[in-house]
């Protein structure tokens, strides 16, 4: 009865390489939330899907920044150009329907040198 | 814009010292408020759901309560393992999908 499963749990990158983020939801979960915590904040809303569709992006910068959900595999939250701004914990949520408690993975520690 | 603020941010206790933790929210309509506990280094783990005022949840030391403007999450004779940063959310309006939490409460209990 496996949780959220994210990967890698820790990745570093270098200034304008790209981060890729992995987040496999619960079984029987098809509702997948991006979260990002910077340092000494708060959790922050980026971007909600389902199944093949961006149901409401509007925490997620408007460039360098895209997820998708495939009909297979996993859900990907990608970086591209990355900068050191971007250095945070990104946790991934799942839930069953979008009104039911999100369960939460362990998160990506993404480290920008 | 929905708003959570939490109080205190941190909170030394003593084992066996009971205590609350507070969330007050400002939501134009509440779909729900909910609490998680936070590990170091790990993600939020799922506590309590809370829909409607007057509504309690309770689990081991721990109680969550909710009127119409806040939440309250009562720890009754902590102990060590308790020790966590203890976080509320609400649900955004429409979807109930997006979720803004509060910067949490940092529990400390000491032996």
């Known amino acids: 009865n496996a949780g959220v499963m994210q990967n890698p749990r820790h990745l570093v990158r270098r200034r304008g390489q790209e981060a890729r983020l992995r987040c496999s939801p619960m079984k029987g979960h098809s509702h997948v939330y991006w979260y990002r915590q910077l340092p000494e904040e708060g959790l922050k809303f980026m971007v909600y899907l389902q199944k093949e569709n961006i149901i409401d992006e509007s925490g997620m910068p408007k460039e360098r920044f895209s997820a998708e959900f495939p009909k297979e595999g996993p859900s990907i939250l990608r970086i591209q150009q990355v900068v050191r701004g971007d250095s945070a914990a990104y946790f991934c949520a799942s839930s069953p329907t979008p009104n039911q408690p999100q369960h939460f993975g362990d998160g990506t520690r993404l480290s920008i040198l | 814009e929905d708003q959570v603020t939490q109080s205190p941010e941190a909170l030394r206790l003593q084992e066996g010292e009971s205590s609350s933790l507070n969330c007050s929210y400002t939501?134009?309509?509440?779909?729900?408020l909910f609490w998680y506990r936070q590990d170091p280094g790990k993600g939020p783990e799922f506590l309590f759901t809370?829909?409607?005022a007057g509504e309690e949840k309770e689990k081991e030391r721990l109680k969550a309560t909710l009127t119409k403007k806040e939440s309250f999450l009562h720890i009754t004779a902590p102990k060590p393992e308790d020790s966590a940063t203890y976080l509320c959310?609400?649900?955004?309006?429409?979807?109930?999908?997006?979720?803004?939490f509060g910067e949490g409460t940092q529990l400390t209990v000491n032996p």
């Open positions: 959310a609400v649900p955004e309006e429409t979807s109930g999908s997006r979720l803004t």
């Open positions: 939501v134009s309509g509440l779909r729900g």
């Open positions: 809370l829909y409607s």
